[in-house]
C-alpha cells in the first residue's frame, strides 16, 4: 500500500501593507479619517488593531477580529494635526507584523 503525506511550513509573520493615508500625507479634510490596510497570512490571521498618537499618546485605539483579504479598515473622526498611526496583525500561530506611518491633517486654505 502506498500512501503520502503532504503538509506546509509558514515561518513567516503576516505580509502587512497600509494602503491610505500615505505616509507623510495630507488629508484635506477633518471629518472620518479611514485608515486602510491589506494582510496576508498562510496561516489566517487572527487580529488586527490599530494603533496612534490620535489622543496624544501612542495606544490601542481599536481591534478588529474580522479580517477579510479584500479591504481591511477602521474609522475615526480626527482634528487637524499630525498623527503617527500603526497597525500590528497577529496569525493563528500568534507571529506579528507591524507597520507605522505618519499624516497631517489641514482644512484650513492659506491666505
Known amino acids: ?8 511550513v509558514i515561518t513567516s509573520a503576516p505580509a502587512l501593507n497600509l494602503l491610505s493615508p500615505q505616509n507623510n500625507s495630507y488629508v484635506n479634510h477633518d471629518s472620518n479619517i479611514y485608515f486602510n490596510y491589506s494582510v ?3 496561516a489566517g490571521i487572527s487580529s488586527c488593531q490599530l494603533w496612534g498618537n490620535f489622543s496624544g499618546n ?3 485605539n481599536q ?3 474580522s479580517i477579510s483579504i479584500a ?3 477602521f474609522v475615526l473622526n480626527l482634528l487637524q494635526g499630525r498623527y503617527n498611526w500603526g497597525i500590528v496583525c497577529n ?3 500568534n507571529r506579528a507584523s507591524n507597520v507605522n506611518y505618519s499624516f497631517y491633517i489641514d482644512s484650513i486654505a492659506p491666505l
Not at 500500500?1 to 506546509?8: E, I, L
Request: aromatic share 14%; glycine share 4%; proline share 0%.
Open 1 to 8: 500500500m502506498n500512501s503520502s503525506v503532504s503538509f506546509s
Open 40 to 42: 496576508v497570512s498562510g
Open 58 to 60: 501612542w495606544q490601542l
Open 63 to 65: 481591534s478588529n477580529s
Open 71 to 73: 479591504n481591511n479598515f
Open 91 to 93: 496569525d493563528s500561530q
